[in-house]
Structure formats: structure tokens, C-alpha cells
């Protein structure tokens, strides 16, 4: 059963660093400003809506984080020798470990992808008073540690709630585990 509870938590965090990678190309980037003011001070600022890009981010990272917790807890359910509160245990430690890896990897094809923006080097002057640029998407709400937590548990529940689910739909007392073999059937005495 050990081993049956790594290979999710496993493959639950090889499926999370894909899912980084994923997330990086279709997470819609933030185009912004770095603008000279006429008295000298830099300035940056988002275009339009871009802002709402950090927002949008996130949830594409939670959502696509949780699809996998979820999908993943129905493939675990058909594994039925192996069902039970270890699995459990399994997949809420695969959907964080999903989590992290997927914001891990997300976070660093980021900024090797988009780099960084330094307000304080930018090239502005008074002759060319604006710079474009193009930063990477966010993949948490927040930096507090309670924003990182839950981004981090959210796919853990999704998953448990799964599993729960198919467990209350479980009209056998032994979630169907069984031994493998038919049960027999009495012999009619006549």
C-alpha cells in the first residue's frame, strides 16, 4: 500500500512541473509602462486592463491544477485493490505536491521567458520619456502566507471532496475492494 500511495503522490507531482509548463505558455502576460514624469520620477504602469492579467493568472493556475487533482482522484478510484484512507492521504499529498510544482516550474519558465522589469534601469530619459514592457503572470493571489496556503491546499480538497464523493456513491460497505473473486452462490438443497 506504501508504494501504491508514492506512485500518486509521484505522479501527481511529475503531472503538476508539466502543468508549469503548460501554464506558461497560455497565461496571458501583463504589458506595462516605465514612463519618466516631467519631474524626473519613473513611473510603471499597466496598460488598459493588463492589471487584471495577475488575476486571471492565478486562476488558470489554480483551475488547471485542480482539473488534475480531480481527474486524478477518479483514476485512483478505478485502482480498486488499493482503496481506502491511505489513497486518500495519497492524493491530498499529490494535489500539494501538484501545486507546488506547478508554481515552482510556472514561476521559472516565467521569468526566463518574460525576465524581469527593473524600474531603476530602465532606459528613459528626457528625450525617450517611455519603455515598454512585458512581464510574466503571477501564479498565487497573494505573496501572505495564508494566499500561498490555500492556492497550495485548493487541489488537495478538490481531490479528497472527489474521492469522498465516489465513496458516499459506494453502495458496497468495503468500497468493492473485495478479493478479487466471484462470491458463491448457495446451493439450492431439493
Known amino acids: 500500500m506504501r508504494r501504491a500511495v508514492v506512485v500518486v503522490v509521484a505522479g501527481l507531482a511529475v503531472a503538476g512541473a508539466l ?4 501554464w506558461v505558455l497560455v497565461a496571458p502576460p501583463v504589458h506595462g509602462v516605465v514612463a519618466l514624469n516631467r519631474s524626473g520620477q519613473r513611473l510603471h504602469v499597466y496598460l488598459g486592463n493588463e492589471a487584471d492579467h495577475f488575476f486571471v493568472s492565478a486562476v488558470m493556475m489554480v483551475g488547471l491544477v485542480i482539473a488534475v487533482a480531480v481527474v486524478a482522484a477518479v483514476l485512483v478510484w478505478q485502482w480498486r485493490r488499493r482503496r481506502g484512507p491511505a ?3 495519497g492524493l491530498v499529498f499529490g494535489g500539494v505536491a501538484a501545486a ?3 508554481a515552482a516550474v510556472g514561476a521559472g519558465l516565467a521569468r526566463l521567458r518574460y525576465g524581469a522589469v527593473d524600474v531603476a534601469t530602465a532606459p528613459v530619459s528626457p528625450q525617450h520619456r517611455v519603455y515598454y514592457v ?5 501564479v498565487f493571489f497573494g505573496h501572505a502566507p495564508l494566499q500561498v496556503l490555500a492556492t497550495l491546499l485548493l487541489p488537495a480538497a ?3 471532496l472527489t474521492y469522498a464523493t465516489m465513496v458516499a456513491a459506494s453502495a458496497h ?3 468493492d475492494v473485495g478479493d478479487g473473486a466471484e462470491p458463491s452462490v448457495p446451493e439450492a438443497v431439493g
Open 134 to 138: 512585458t512581464e510574466a503572470s503571477t
Open 100 to 102: 507546488a510544482a506547478a
Open 158 to 160: 478538490a481531490a479528497a
Open 87 to 89: 489513497m486518500v492521504a
Open 173 to 175: 460497505d468495503d468500497l
Open 19 to 22: 502543468l508549469g509548463g503548460v
